[in-house]
């Protein structure tokens, strides 16, 4: 999966939270376009056109990935981290959550990304007692969404803000028609996560 752009840029320099600019190319969300929906915290996972699962795999700093490795875009020529995918194997201990979650599902499930989460993951914040997988782009914030062209619903750094500050979500992923994403993360803003609230966009 490839990186994804942030809406706001970050504040390198100081407490690293973003500011109110946001980075080029992200306009669109600004403007009303795409859908928004809700971004998981726990571990992006492949299900690829052959119906494999595969887990994230970062080949850091030049190291040469395993094989079977599938890229998902070529080496950042900075840092040298090259994100991609490698198959999970049922007799591999580091991937028995995802095999729980794989065995859970009653139908073959669509080729596409997908987030793992559970009582092993990321410290479990949504309480799940088991392990599943959320494809990505699947759980869509209606009170955000805009469903008419013709009535868009524009957002700013403060409303941004505040909706994350409401709402116990991680944060936010906008989908655009044309494959695009833009994401946003309460922590981006220094609001903590998980919370104990009670309000749920889902």
């Known amino acids: 999966m490839q990186k994804i752009m942030s809406l706001f840029q970050r504040d390198y320099t100081g407490n690293r939270q973003v500011r109110d600019e946001v980075v080029p190319g992200a306009e669109w ?3 009303g376009e795409g859908m928004a929906t809700e971004k998981f915290d726990g571990t992006c996972c492949l299900i690829h056109e052959d119906g494999r699962l595969y887990r994230r795999y970062d080949a850091k700093e030049g190291k040469s990935p395993p094989r079977g490795f599938i890229a998902a875009q070529d080496p950042d020529p900075v840092t040298g981290h090259w994100p991609g995918w490698i198959g999970v ?62 009535n868009p619903r524009t957002y700013t750094f403060e409303s941004v803000k505040e909706l994350l500050t409401t709402y116990n979500i991680e944060g936010i992923v906008w989908h655009h028609p044309d494959g695009r994403m833009v994401k946003i993360k309460a922590k981006d803003f220094g609001i903590k996560w998980p919370r104990d609230l009670q309000k749920s966009l889902r």
């Not at 194997?89 to 989460?117: N, Q, S």
């Open 29 to 31: 969300v600004i403007n």
């Open 89 to 150: 194997k049922a007799d591999d201990p580091a991937d028995a959550w995802h095999m729980e979650a794989m065995a859970r599902e009653p139908f073959p499930l669509i080729p596409g990304t997908y987030e793992l989460v559970g009582p092993k993951i990321q410290k479990n914040p949504y309480n799940f007692n088991s392990h599943r997988l959320i494809k990505h782009g699947s759980h869509f914030l209606p009170n955000l969404s805009r469903e008419l062209p013709k």
